[in-house]
């Protein structure tokens, strides 16, 4: 008998779900009086569902059935106490354009939130269904008064921001986050369609009005964790970090926020910033771990920036002696060897240097840290066998992690800085879905590049030679990993991997400063292979060469809006976008 029950109410359930998702269907194709047939059979076998209930008047009043709808209403409304249904009998009422019995029930409805509080949340969704907002807002703020428990400010922060009221918007949602800081990053996406990098845009400047006096009024680190995040939106750095330094001088804990701080200035190539944070670290922190991480990445900008080869080697020897050449400074001896081989082309003593590395009580993950350096000045000193022995260990001894995966990539580098296409494009297929977006990313590219070339050459010359600069690239040799593309542009003109080769070269033209260089290039890309797969890295490339090197903010905006109107399907298409409207002073709402 049980059994029997059971599964007659699960057939009964299915039945029920089918009908549903029907009659929704039926209304959403605007097929209003099957919809209201189906509601209505829906309705009479369950008529306490509210929600067919609700479904079947708006059903009526599809159809214009005005009082056929009103009559369900107060017939519901006679029998179960549900003060919302007053807001859909006024609203019933207004689409039969009696605007006073409108309005007398709207306030029926609102005046059973002075008898309890807790009607406000059906009254003023109901209100907000209706897109009554003015009337939601009187519910919301009514029961607020009436109870101080009850939160609202959410559903404010949503209304005020639908009717262009920023600053009530702003304020809604700070004092929604005031008793659930649970939903600081939902918040600070909903800030984000407001704001822009422009600090003189008025919403960013109505935010920072509103947290310099919450931070007045009722001193709280979360107004100053916000008004550091809305500095960083703003790439203002430095008043970031006056706010983080706030934090941590009262709250000493970890010195995380600062340092992530420092890596998003540094990402920015924000660099005379990001050193005086990244010194900050080394002077407050206790732990001379972090201390040595911080200058490890003092260092790092250096070797950006300063070509000073000497005086930067004499930096890293002074940490020696200081922190000595054990496993504390392992993550320092690693970057030591990557700028021997890399920047002063001591090969043989940045591997000498690893393979002392080696010998330390190393981890998995540490010992695969080392090898992985080790196989790259490999591939810099073209001891291509010997890399991909260590890249195959790496891979073997830690299966399915991110640094096996950045292994896989690398023995496919490696293959196609040999010549073997095949081999590398069948491990290049395996990481495209990898758990790392970047390497997926750089997978994917590398992959298209090999398939996009290699058949139309049955000697794959120009594929060679493009993957000898992409070689001469990865060694620092910069200027002859040009001469090269400018062999493959001459001798290999016409050919698909004409525009690979433009686009490569400017990158290798910025690198160098030599940015009309690169102008040229990006140029040629976007007149010739307007339908090519480069075309809108080219002009996004473009619009950020003319915004932040050539100061020509006019010209970045037309080809961050071509950007917008040609390539909808670009991955470049949020951040053109947000710029394009930046650059054109949009008021972002």
């Not at 940490?319 to 496993?327: C, I, N, P």
């Not at 010992?367 to 001891?383: H, M, Q, R, S, T």
């Not at 095949?422 to 495209?432: R, Y």
Request: contains cysteine.
């Amino acid at each position: 008998m049980r059994l029997l029950f059971i599964i007659s109410f699960f057939i009964t359930t299915s039945l029920f779900s089918q009908e549903d998702l029907l009659a929704k269907e039926y209304f959403k194709n605007g097929e209003f009086e099957k919809a209201l047939a189906t509601y209505q059979a829906l309705y009479n076998k369950t008529p306490n569902n509210n929600t067919y209930f609700i479904a079947l008047i708006k059903s009526h009043q599809q159809l214009e059935q005005y009082d056929e709808a009103e009559s369900l209403l107060q017939k519901q409304i006679s029998r179960i106490t549900y003060p919302a249904l007053y807001v859909e009998l006024g609203y019933n009422f207004q689409l039969k354009n009696n605007l006073e019995q409108a309005n007398v029930n709207y306030d029926k409805a609102i005046s059973f939130v002075d008898t309890n509080p807790n009607y406000a949340f059906s009254v003023g969704k109901y209100f907000e269904d209706r897109s009554l907002l003015e009337r939601a807002v009187t519910t919301y703020e009514k029961a607020m008064e009436l109870k101080a428990d009850l939160n609202f400010n959410s559903q404010l922060a949503r209304i005020y921001g639908e009717q262009g009221n920023i600053e009530k918007m702003f304020e809604s949602y700070l004092n929604f986050m005031e008793f659930n800081d649970t939903y600081v990053n939902r918040i600070k996406q909903a800030f984000n369609q407001f704001i822009s990098e422009d600090s003189e845009n008025e919403n960013n400047l109505i935010l920072k009005k509103i947290l310099l006096k919450k931070i007045q009024q009722k001193p709280d680190l979360l107004w100053n964790e916000l008004l550091s995040w809305l500095f960083i939106q703003q790439k203002d750095y430095k008043k970031a970090f006056t706010q983080e330094k706030a934090i941590f001088n009262r709250k000493p804990e970890s010195l995380d926020r600062i340092n992530e701080l420092a890596f998003i200035a540094e990402n920015d190539q924000e660099y005379e910033i990001a050193k005086t944070i990244f010194t900050y670290i080394t002077e407050t922190a206790q732990d001379p771990e972090i201390q040595i991480e911080a200058y490890n990445n003092l260092l790092q900008i250096e070797v950006e920036t300063n070509e000073d080869t000497n005086t930067i080697d004499k930096s890293y020897q002074e940490l020696f002696e200081t922190y000595g050449r054990s496993l504390r400074t392992l993550s320092l001896q690693i970057s030591y060897a990557h700028f021997l081989a890399f920047y002063k082309h001591e090969t043989a003593n940045a591997s000498k240097l690893l393979k002392k590395c080696l010998d330390l009580p190393l981890t998995d993950l540490q010992e695969g840290k080392v090898k992985l350096e080790l196989a790259d000045i490999l591939v810099f000193e073209e001891k291509f066998n010997e890399a991909l022995i260590y890249y195959s260990q790496i891979q073997r001894n830690l299966k399915n992690s991110t640094i096996s995966q950045e292994a896989r990539f690398k023995v496919a580098r490696t293959s196609y800085f040999k010549g073997d296409f095949n081999w590398a494009e069948s491990q290049l297929k395996v990481l495209k879905s990898s758990t790392s977006q970047l390497i997926a990313n750089d997978a994917l590219d590398l992959m298209l590049l090999i398939t996009d070339n290699k058949f139309e050459d049955s000697t794959q010359t120009a594929l060679k030679l493009y993957a000898k600069a992409d070689l001469l690239a990865f060694q620092n040799r910069t200027d002859e990993a040009i001469t090269i593309l400018d062999k493959v542009l001459i001798e290999h003109k016409g050919k698909t991997i004409e525009d690979q080769a433009l686009y490569k070269q400017a990158k290798l033209f910025e690198e160098k400063k030599e940015f009309e260089k690169a102008e040229a290039n990006y140029l040629n890309i976007i007149t010739n292979y307007k339908e090519d797969l480069l075309a809108d890295d080219a002009y996004f490339a473009l619009a950020e060469l003319y915004e932040k090197q050539l100061q020509q903010p006019e010209k970045a905006k037309e080809y961050y809006e071509q950007v917008l109107f040609n390539y909808e399907d670009s991955i470049y298409f949020v951040e053109a976008r947000k710029k394009y409207r930046m650059l054109r002073g949009d008021a972002i709402n």
